[in-house]
């Protein structure tokens, strides 16, 4: 039909070049536009100088000639655009009986490359369906693995190539670890071929060869690499497992061995190491550290996430230290400074770690975690996403609190700035559900008596503190927030600006330690334990107590709520110490709290605080 261009050539309508294009493009003949896609041509309309094509999605659509020649591309009628247009039955039955030699011949079709996105354009709708071509071509490439000719991308939207000559998929990947120069590349070539190892070249000494080099590079990139050094040597332990004869020798490199050498690095090596491989680590740290690695690892639980946090409990219980793990969580828990990773770990395996301390001390450690994340400007939710989420959580936690921890409870989440005010609903309702009693807090109705908080007693030194910390909330830290609110504001959009946000979460802080303080300071007396009555233990009282079965005294300062120092001995009242004591008489025997357990105690005796000069220069605690 090209000879039916000339005219539109020698008039200078299109160019020699466009007819030689448009002569492919005769009408039932296919082709491709970048916008349009797919296309059979319709006809030609010469008296118009226009090509009529039908797309997928523009029937009939025009086109000058000049134009379609630059911009549409002809599809041979073997192409399996073409194939899938005309004869789609047919590329099915392929696609069921030779999905590899179909594959190939779509790569063909691109130049001999092309993505997942790519190979189902060509297959869907007039094929497959989109989920009949994700089943379909989730089966072939595992048979592609195998031939050989292909090279499978391990990363979504990378294309797979088609190669000329037949190469192991396992040969290819220990190519590229040889080739490679990074620690990181060497890692990620080995671990994809390890995924089958047992299709390795089965002779010991190839494993022998392969395992000596993954352990050089191991040693070549551990001073600067030291996590994906470890990694190399996790892989060469696996080669190793293959056969007894290749075990490392007493001279190898180990992981023990690189973590000896990076006591520094411990916390980045679990940054960077994938957690399927954190027990692998933790596991060399008593060869690595044999006099402190309890110390090393309980370190790692402060920035730990979920995952590592369980990995770290398996190793105490395997090293037979459940009860030295236990008693770090229990100080983490009491200080207030386990992060919301870890006590995100402690809830959610709950029941299969350490249940003896899913109580309302551990609610107390989650909100003062979700607060420290916030005022840290931490993004992560997932703790308060979880607390929402496990409808028995709150249950757990608090179900057999008493009623003033439980106020307690109730209280700091009323006055927390973490929740948004429907969570805060839901949340202060599931208490409600379990300790109706509260009630009253939320209607402000007058509680009844016997539900009425008991009086606080403490020091009038410590009273004066409390005092001094309210004023200088409101005199001074709570004016100058304002201030902060005020300059902040006037930096511009509320929506960005990153400082009004953090003005405005200190002035929710701020606002709800000044509510504390005062509600502490309403429900506190004031004694400077004059007149104690020392027939029994009381508050203001000093008793001496022994062991039972013999051993060295201890003698402890019955004092006010605020008034515990554990490095002085003076014990709150409150504490639990103080409750154990409250009320016994000299030769009673007690039980009090020991590091594991608890210990037999004998009350020796019995006599009346004397140093109020010492309490008033103290800051107490709270506990």
């Known amino acids: 039909m090209i000879e039916d261009l000339n005219p539109y050539i020698d008039a200078g309508k299109i160019t020699a070049a466009a007819a030689e294009a448009l002569s492919n493009l005769s009408p039932g003949a296919f082709c491709t536009h970048r916008s349009w896609g797919f296309g059979k041509i319709a ?15 523009k029937k009939g659509h025009p086109m000058q000639l000049q134009y379609a020649a630059e911009t549409l591309t002809h599809i041979p009628s073997e192409h399996i655009l073409a194939r899938a247009a005309t004869n789609a039955a ?3 039955d392929q696609a069921a009986s030779d999905p590899v030699g179909l594959i190939r011949s779509i790569l063909a079709d691109h130049g001999g490359q092309a993505t997942a996105d790519e190979i189902a354009a060509t297959m869907v709708p ?19 693995k195998t031939d050989g000719h292909f090279l499978i991308p391990t990363k979504k939207g990378e294309p797979i190539v088609l190669q000329e000559t037949s190469q192991n998929p396992h040969e290819r990947l220990i190519g590229e670890f040889r080739a490679a120069r990074h620690p990181k590349e060497q890692v990620a070539a080995l671990d994809t071929a390890l995924k089958s190892l047992n299709d390795f070249a089965k002779e010991v000494e190839e494993l022998r060869s392969l395992a000596t080099e993954v352990e050089e590079a191991a040693k070549r990139g551990g001073r600067i690499h030291a996590a994906k050094a470890i990694e190399l040597l996790i892989i060469r332990d696996e080669i190793c497992a293959k056969h007894e004869s290749l075990k490392p020798g007493p001279e190898a490199a180990s992981i023990a061995s690189l973590l000896a050498d990076s006591p520094a690095k411990l916390t980045e090596i679990f940054t960077e190491i994938p957690a399927a491989k954190y027990g692998r680590v933790l596991e060399a740290f008593p060869i690595a550290f044999p006099e402190n690695w309890e110390e090393k690892v309980l370190r790692l639980t402060r920035t730990s996430e979920p995952r590592l946090s369980g990995e770290i409990f398996k190793l105490f219980v395997a090293q037979g230290k459940r009860e030295a793990f236990a008693e770090h969580t229990r100080r983490l828990i009491r200080e207030r400074s386990a992060s919301s990773d870890y006590v995100l770990w402690l809830c959610k395996d709950r029941s299969k770690t350490l249940p003896e301390l899913i109580d309302e001390e551990l609610f107390a450690a989650i909100l003062a975690a979700m607060e420290a994340d916030l005022h840290a400007d931490i993004k992560s939710k997932r703790l308060e996403e979880f607390l929402f989420e496990d409808r028995d959580l709150v249950a757990d936690l608090l179900g057999k609190a008493e009623r003033d921890s439980a106020r307690q409870a109730f209280r700091k989440i009323m006055l927390s700035p973490v929740f948004a005010d429907l969570n805060r609903r839901s949340l202060l309702a599931r208490i409600l559900k379990i300790h109706p009693e509260l009630e009253s807090m939320v209607t402000g109705d007058q509680e009844a008596p016997a539900e009425r908080a008991e009086s606080l007693v403490v020091s009038w030194a410590s009273l004066q503190r409390r005092k001094e910390e309210l004023e200088h909330i409101e005199k001074v830290l709570i004016p100058q927030n304002i201030r902060d609110i005020a300059t902040a504001r006037s930096y511009g959009d509320l929506r960005e600006n990153f400082e009004f946000k953090s003005a405005k979460e200190q002035q929710a802080v701020l ?18 334990f004059e007149n104690v009555d020392i027939s029994a233990v009381s508050i203001g009282s000093v008793v001496t107590v022994e ?16 008034d515990g ?13 103080g409750k154990a004591l409250l009320g016994k008489k000299i030769g009673e025997v007690i039980d009090l709290p020991a590091d594991k357990g608890i210990r037999s105690m004998k009350i020796v005796s019995i006599e009346p605080f004397t140093d109020l000069a010492a309490l008033g220069s103290t800051e107490g605690t709270t506990s």
């Open 43 to 57: 006809g030609w309309e010469l008296i118009t100088g226009q090509i009529t094509i039908d797309f997928g999605t």
């Open 511 to 528: 606002n709800r330690q000044k509510g504390e303080l005062e509600l502490m300071l309403n429900n506190s007396r004031g004694t400077n």
């Open 90 to 92: 047919a590329v099915r």
């Open 565 to 577: 120092v554990p490095d002085k001995g003076w014990v709150s009242y409150q504490a639990v110490i």
């Open 547 to 562: 062991p039972s079965g013999g051993g060295s005294a201890e003698t402890y300062s019955i004092l006010g709520a605020w």
């Open 126 to 144: 007039s094929v497959f369906d989109e989920t009949g071509f994700k089943k379909w071509f989730d089966a072939a490439k595992k048979k592609l």
